[in-house]
């Protein structure tokens, strides 16, 4: 605890109220209410009733929720996979010359491109793109799945970069002098110890996969609706309550995952 | 095949600076060669360009017979142990031994007989399931030799390998090390470090670094004894360096006329080298007149520096009742046979 005294630290603890339950608790809380209850016209809600999460299972509902699982887990892995790839291309020819320093900079910017980019005009740049032969894509779940890939992969990109610039090359040279060929050297030693930075990655594009909405309103085929869209279009038609329901099980799934993803997290740290 | 370690007139440039310049040196089957130098002397460099680390501008690397200068570092079948370690963190002692073995697809059989060898060798079997950093400095540092001999390379790299360790861990592990050395005859070890007691302890030769040169290479005796350069004679055992004037009739110092014998020195401006430990107080043969400028009491030693004719000159003097006293009168005298006549350098910065 940095702050000693007593009363410092009532100060303290009273600040962070102050300022995390109206902006963070309170929303939450008040989407939680919402998702149990009939009819909110007073102060509070009335209710309480668990209708909407039967109807939150099943049916279209619960196969939105896969659709979002699938596109999230799928993105996630395509993205990580490219990321580190790229992480690791982009080290070596940072380590290449000022040409190689040079074509590292062009190609850490290109990853970074798609958080630049508001991701409306990622998703219209992948439906301008792939609506025409030879990549039709428009109208089938993939294109859905390339747009979250590509928003996804710049996170991906940059923070197994971060992790790979720390990495100290004392372990590859030991390695290598022991006579370790590089592919050894990655499988053994740089993705092992890369293995917590890539964990948190995955985290990281779940998530942020997970909770997409703006570029796949302009893609989704009507036989791929992620539930972040359906909670969209039922509030939008007034189902308030059944929307609340959907997204604290959008929030809860999403954690879930992520807590999954933490464990293995805290198995594979070794330091 | 043969083993050893040969620098060919090995340079090393980074970015248009020479740290390695036109290196010529030999480390013999079995033998132990120390690189001695200050920080910065290129050391590192050296060894870096044996195990594959660093490309030599110029010059060839050979390890046996075979000339490795363009081969990368994993077809070069040599050990290294580095300052750090290095040890991989997410593997217990056990797999890091075991690592060059698999890299180098060693029959599965033979495997872990061959680390338990190693970790025998090191005293270190009993910590085989821990991982790295559930080991001391001095346990990782045995790891990271087994992890090294496990290869049964035919050329050891150390550089550095006890700085991190204190002092008493230093000297236990520098005896391993010989011991090591004598269990192992045929594996020639060039072994880094600027700490000359290391270096006097364990090496078979010496080979003194500076300003990323070569400049002395002998026996321990031969450097302490008899070393050729100024830098020799200072960097090792700290010698005392002074200006001295050769002539026909003899040798002299500041005016006065020394016994010593002048060898086949050129009569001119020479530097006469005297070990600190052998410059004695009290009247004797070659008595110096000086004043104590300053006292350090070493323990079981006392080291004076007296100034004498502009010059301070160092003595370590044993068994002191008394610890002299700053600025009195004292006479200092050497035998002949102790001091050694050396050609003048450029560089005076005593
Ligand atoms: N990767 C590098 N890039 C640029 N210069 C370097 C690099 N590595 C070493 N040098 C320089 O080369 C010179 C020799 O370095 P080296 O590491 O060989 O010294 P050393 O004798 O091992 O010193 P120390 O005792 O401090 O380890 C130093 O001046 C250093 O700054
Ligand atoms: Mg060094």
Same mark, same amino acid.
């Given at each position: ?271 | ?177 010989? #011991?090591?050395? /004598? @269990?192992? *005859? ?7 470090? =600027?700490?000359?007691? +290391?270096?006097?302890? &364990? ?114 003097? #044993?068994?002191? /009742? @008394?610890? *002299? ?7 200092? =005298?050497?035998?002949? +046979?102790?001091?050694? &006549? ?9």
């Amino acid at each position: 605890m940095l702050v000693h005294s007593r009363t410092g630290r009532w100060t303290a603890w009273a600040g962070f109220a102050v300022l995390f339950v109206p902006l963070f608790a309170l929303p939450f809380l008040v989407i939680v209410a919402a998702s149990f209850s009939t009819n909110w016209s007073g102060a509070f809600p009335s209710g309480p009733t668990t209708a909407h999460y039967a109807a939150a299972v099943r049916g279209e509902s619960l196969q939105a929720l896969t659709t979002s699982l699938v596109t999230a887990v799928t993105a996630s892995l395509i993205a990580l996979t490219a990321g580190t790839w790229a992480a690791l291309a982009g080290a070596a020819l940072g380590g290449g010359g000022p040409w190689g320093r040079r074509a590292k900079r062009v190609l850490d910017a290109l990853f970074m491109l798609p958080v630049a980019v508001p991701s409306v005009v990622v998703g219209l740049a992948v439906l301008v793109a792939y609506s025409q032969p030879p990549v039709l894509l428009n109208g089938t779940r993939w294109i859905v799945i390339l747009a979250h890939t590509v928003l996804v992969t710049a996170f991906a990109h940059q923070s197994v970069s971060a992790a790979v610039v720390r990495l100290d090359p004392m372990y590859e040279q030991a390695a290598a002098g022991l006579g370790a060929r590089p592919s050894y050297v990655l499988l053994r030693v740089k993705l092992p110890l890369l293995l917590p930075s890539l964990n948190a990655a995955a985290g990281l594009c779940f998530a942020l996969s997970m909770g997409e909405l703006s570029a796949t309103m302009m893609l989704y085929p009507p036989d791929w609706t992620p539930l972040p869209v359906l909670i969209f279009t039922r509030t939008d038609r007034g189902a308030l309550f059944t929307g609340s329901a959907l997204a604290v099980v959008l929030m809860a799934a999403t954690l879930l995952a992520l807590l999954a993803v933490s464990r293995i997290r805290t198995k594979a740290s070794y330091r | 095949m043969t083993s050893g370690i040969r620098f060919d007139a090995v340079s090393v440039a980074y970015g248009g600076t020479t740290v390695l310049d036109r290196l010529d040196l030999t480390v013999e089957p079995g033998e132990v060669i120390a690189l001695l130098g200050p920080s910065g002397s290129g050391k590192t460099t050296a060894l870096r360009a044996v195990a594959g680390f660093v490309r030599p501008v110029s010059g060839r690397v050979l390890i046996g017979d075979r000339d490795v200068t363009a081969l990368p570092p994993y077809r070069r079948g040599i050990g290294m142990v580095v300052q750090q370690y290095a040890l991989f963190p997410h593997l217990r002692v056990e797999a890091n031994v075991a690592f060059g073995l698999k890299a180098r697809k060693t029959p599965k059989d033979e495997i872990p007989g061959r680390v338990a060898e190693a970790l025998e060798m090191t005293g270190m079997a009993a910590y085989a399931h821990r991982y790295p950093r559930e080991l001391s400095g001095g346990q990782q540092q045995r790891v990271a030799i087994a992890r090294a001999l496990a290869i049964r390379p035919k050329v050891l790299l150390l550089d550095e390998p006890l700085s991190a360790l204190d002092a008493q861990l230093r000297s236990g592990m520098l005896a391993e090390l010989a #011991r090591l050395h /004598r @269990e192992l *005859p045929d594996v020639s070890i060039l072994y880094v470090t =600027h700490d000359q007691v +290391e270096a006097l302890t &364990l090496a078979d030769r010496i080979a003194v670094m500076d300003k990323a040169r070569l400049q002395d290479c002998g026996t321990p005796q031969d450097l302490y004894r008899r070393p050729r350069t100024e830098f020799t004679a200072s960097f090792v055992g700290n010698a005392n360096l002074l200006p001295v004037t050769v002539t026909a009739d003899g040798v002299a110092f500041d005016g006065t006329e020394l016994n010593v014998a002048p060898g086949d020195a050129t009569p001119g401006a020479a530097t006469l080298c005297v070990r600190p430990h052998l410059v004695g107080l009290g009247e004797g043969p070659n008595a110096l007149r000086g004043r104590i400028v300053e006292v350090q009491w070493r323990g079981s030693t006392h080291r004076l520096y007296v100034e004498v004719g502009g010059h301070r000159v160092k003595a370590d003097v #044993r068994e002191l /009742r @008394e610890t *002299p006293l700053l600025g009195s009168e004292v006479t200092l =005298h050497f035998a002949p +046979e102790d001091a050694v &006549l050396l050609a003048a350098g450029v560089n005076d910065d005593h």
